[in-house]
């Protein structure tokens, strides 16, 4: 069964796009384009996420990044807003950005599992960090070769969710749920590439005979980090 991976996107867009219309046409209207709003949104994961998760920090490391995080819908409202940078380029830059800022938020929490001598929920984490990269290439690689594949479990904005909510929990004392949450994404990451695998393999073999010079159109296609 497909699953629908614009569900979440579908009930939060239109909520966080009016409210952030106005910070957006601020933007516009000082000649920042989306791509500037792309690079401070990363940057700010990045270092939140390297800062406050390994010194154990969970509670204010997931609400400041969550305040980055919003930064990936904000781009995409300053870009149709008409700032500078809404271009293919842009899709290029906000696609690999999302993959170095989820990289860090795993890298941070990987990190802290370390400094509490957690080897094996660090290894857990380094499980849903690899996963995750493996999701977002497997959906580009089949779109460079004119393929979809837009099934899974645990795409982006389900990934985010949940690592954060249970950071965030776990930061307030509530027991169990950060490993809980890091078990469910591993899993959940390694059943959407199973996912990914298997719609291109039926794809390719109800369509055999595809050029090979279609092997070398990769794209890294993104749009507001749905991967």
Same mark, same amino acid.
């Given at each position: 069964?497909?699953?629908?991976?614009?569900?979440?996107?579908?009930?939060?867009?239109?909520?966080?796009?009016?409210?952030?219309?106005?910070?957006?046409? &601020? /933007?516009?209207?000082?000649?920042?384009?989306?791509?500037?709003? @792309?690079?401070?949104?990363?940057?700010?994961? $990045?270092?939140?996420?390297?800062?406050?998760?390994?010194?154990? /920090?969970?509670? +204010?490391?997931?609400? $400041?990044?969550?305040?980055?995080?919003?930064?990936?819908?904000?781009?995409?409202?300053?870009?149709?807003?008409?700032?500078?940078?809404?271009?293919?380029?842009?899709?290029?830059?906000?696609?690999?950005?999302?993959?170095?800022?989820?990289?860090?938020?795993?890298?941070? /929490?990987?990190?802290?599992?370390?400094?509490?001598?957690?080897?094996?929920?660090?290894?857990?984490?380094?499980?849903?960090?690899?996963?995750?990269?493996?999701?977002?290439?497997?959906? &580009?690689?089949?779109?460079?070769?004119?393929?979809?594949?837009?099934?899974?479990? +645990?795409?982006?904005? =389900?990934?985010?969710?949940?690592?954060?909510?249970?950071?965030?929990? &776990?930061?307030?004392?509530?027991?169990?749920?950060?490993?809980?949450?890091?078990?469910?994404?591993?899993?959940?990451?390694?059943?959407?590439?199973?996912?990914? $695998?298997?719609?291109?393999?039926?794809?390719?073999?109800? @369509?055999?005979?595809?050029?090979?010079? =279609? =092997?070398?159109? =990769?794209?890294?296609?993104?749009?507001?980090?749905?991967?």
């Amino acid at each position: 069964m497909a699953y629908d991976r614009t569900a979440m996107l579908k009930l939060l867009r239109p909520v966080m796009t009016r409210i952030l219309t106005p910070l957006g046409r &601020a /933007l516009v209207g000082r000649g920042i384009g989306p791509n500037a709003v @792309t690079a401070v949104g990363t940057l700010g994961t $990045v270092v939140s996420a390297l800062l406050f998760f390994p010194l154990g /920090l969970l509670t +204010a490391g997931a609400l $400041v990044i969550t305040v980055f995080v919003l930064f990936d819908l904000l781009d995409g409202v300053v870009a149709r807003l008409g700032g500078k940078g809404g271009s293919t380029w842009g899709a290029f830059l906000d696609s690999t950005f999302d993959r170095v800022a989820d990289a860090a938020i795993f890298a941070g /929490l990987i990190l802290y599992f370390i400094a509490a001598d957690d080897v094996l929920m660090a290894a857990v984490g380094l499980l849903c960090l690899i996963a995750g990269a493996i999701v977002s290439y497997a959906k &580009a690689r089949a779109e460079g070769l004119g393929l979809t594949a837009d099934v899974g479990l +645990a795409e982006r904005p =389900e990934r985010l969710v949940v690592v954060l909510v249970a950071a965030f929990l &776990a930061g307030l004392g509530v027991p169990y749920v950060l490993p809980a949450g890091m078990w469910l994404l591993a899993v959940a990451s390694v059943i959407t590439v199973g996912q990914r $695998v298997m719609a291109v393999h039926r794809q390719t073999r109800d @369509t055999p005979g595809r050029p090979a010079g =279609e =092997e070398n159109q =990769e794209t890294a296609r993104d749009e507001m980090g749905e991967r």
